[in-house]
């Protein structure tokens, strides 16, 4: 892997951008239908419809960060993805992260979020991070608490209520 493609790296993993080669693990991770239970998104209709969402994906372009490939440094493994987004409505930056249903309860998701956390506030100043969940996403929920972020509100969103949570800048990630 090239260094240069490579995001933020951790103890165990490496996080890089998201590319058309990684089309047919979007697509596979996509497909299991617990790993997308509580997303309010649709499986890909095959890999080339993934491969055509990574292409059009914009906001490495357009914001400097974005979700990142998941990469375990062990074996160079796709584990899913974690990272960033920023919302022009309602103005949030917001913390997301899916991985395969075998790599869950192992701590990755903590690992990536909170790595994903800090460059988000040191190197792109965001004031605030959100974490949209699902009330019934409890194993999400607890992986932001790990990470920091304390309940806001609930919201209605694409007519699901989700859980708001948040860190500010000032607080620290664990």
């Not at 299991?32 to 649709?42: L, Q, S």
């Not at 460059?119 to 965001?126: A, D, N, S, V």
């Not at 607890?142 to 007519?159: A, F, N, P, S």
């Amino acid at each position: 892997m090239n260094a240069e493609n490579i995001i933020l790296e951790t103890p165990r993993l490496l996080l890089r951008e998201m590319t058309t080669r990684d089309a047919e693990q979007a697509y596979l991770l996509n497909l299991d239908p617990e790993v997308i239970r509580y997303t309010g998104d649709k499986p890909f209709d095959s890999i080339e419809t993934a491969r055509r969402f990574l292409e059009q994906y914009d906001h490495y372009k357009r914001y400097g960060f974005g979700r990142w490939a998941v990469i375990r440094k062990e074996d160079g493994m796709f584990l899913g993805w974690c990272g960033l987004k920023y919302s022009p409505d309602p103005g949030e930056y917001d913390i997301g992260f899916r991985l395969f249903r075998e790599y869950w309860n192992r701590g990755y998701a903590t690992e990536a979020a909170t790595a994903s956390l800090r460059l988000g506030f040191e190197k792109f100043h965001m004031p605030v991070i959100t974490g949209h969940v699902m009330p019934a996403n409890t194993a999400s929920s607890r992986v932001l608490v790990k990470c920091g972020l304390t309940y806001r509100e609930k919201r209605m969103e694409h007519d699901d209520e989700v859980d708001i949570y948040e860190i500010r800048h000032a607080d620290t990630c664990t």
